[in-house]
T-cell receptor, first 116, second 115 residues
Framework: GAVVSQHPSRVICKSGTSVKIECRSLDFQATTMFWYRQFPKQSLMLMAT?????????EQGVEKDKFLINHASLTLSTLTVTSAHPEDSSFYIC????????????FGQGTRLTVV | AQKVTQAQTEISVVEKEDVTLDCVYETRDTTYYLFWYKQPPSGELVFLIR??????QNEISGRYSWNFQKSTSSFNFTITASQVVDSAVYFC????????????FGQGTELSVKP
């Protein structure tokens, strides 16, 4: 159990376009999903926390108008990188938590975004 | 401050050697959780262990063992008889009772096991 699927695993897009990344919990309902970003050779940094049916909470320094997060159902959250630039090229990975009191979240496989 | 420090950026060992990856954390919370994840070159995070702050028992799982010491705020990870397949980046992470699933990661340690 506790499978989280992230799609696509790799994406290349042109500068100025938008790209959407999906994060799905396959066998449980996720009240909360987390989005992390990892630049090459660096650690994972939390970008935002999304709760189903409400607006995402962004970490300091993350542009909410650039990284649009939607958590419209208990099994799906999406991250849209708008007007992508080469500096947005990174590894994006989501995790999903079931009930609010749960102490653990489960990770998707990650998405490697390259903006050319 | 809430922080995780993995001072070893890179470690290189020869196969069959034992290796210990260090993790030191900072928090004033009394209830917290510590994790280790493995990240192979493909990028996905492989969960290795979770420990809560009230359980200081050391844990062994096959060639892996973990030493949790609250007195030194450390949660070190040892691989015994390392293998080439152990080559990866290893992350130590911290989360809190009222923020389940929200992780603070250390900088990661890149382990290279040479044949």
């Amino acid at each position: 159990g506790a499978v989280v699927s992230q799609h696509p695993s790799r994406v290349i897009c042109k500068s100025g376009t938008s790209v959407k990344i999906e994060c799905r919990s396959l066998d449980f309902q996720a009240t909360t999903m987390f989005w992390y970003r990892q630049f090459p050779k660096q650690s994972l940094m939390l970008m935002a926390t999304s709760n189903e049916g409400s607006k995402a909470t962004y970490e300091q320094g993350v542009e909410k108008d650039k990284f649009l997060i939607n958590h419209a159902s208990l099994t799906l959250s999406t991250l849209t990188v708008t007007s992508a630039h080469p500096e947005d090229s990174s590894f994006y990975i989501c995790s999903a938590r079931g009930a609010p009191g749960d102490t653990e979240a489960f990770f998707g496989q990650g998405t490697r975004l390259t903006v050319v | 401050a809430q922080k995780v420090t993995q001072a070893q950026t890179e470690i290189s060992v020869v196969e069959k050697e034992d290796v210990t990856l260090d993790c030191v954390y900072e928090t004033r919370d009394t209830t917290y959780y510590l994790f280790w994840y493995k990240q192979p070159p493909s990028g996905e995070l492989v969960f290795l262990i979770r420990r809560n702050s009230f359980d200081e028992q050391n844990e062994i799982s096959g060639r892996y063992s973990w030493n949790f010491q609250k007195s030194t705020s450390s949660f070190n990870f040892t691989i015994t008889a390392s293998q080439v397949v152990d080559s990866a980046v290893y992350f130590c992470a911290l989360s809190f009772y009222n923020q389940g699933g929200k992780l603070i990661f250390g900088q990661g340690t890149e382990l290279s096991v040479k044949p």
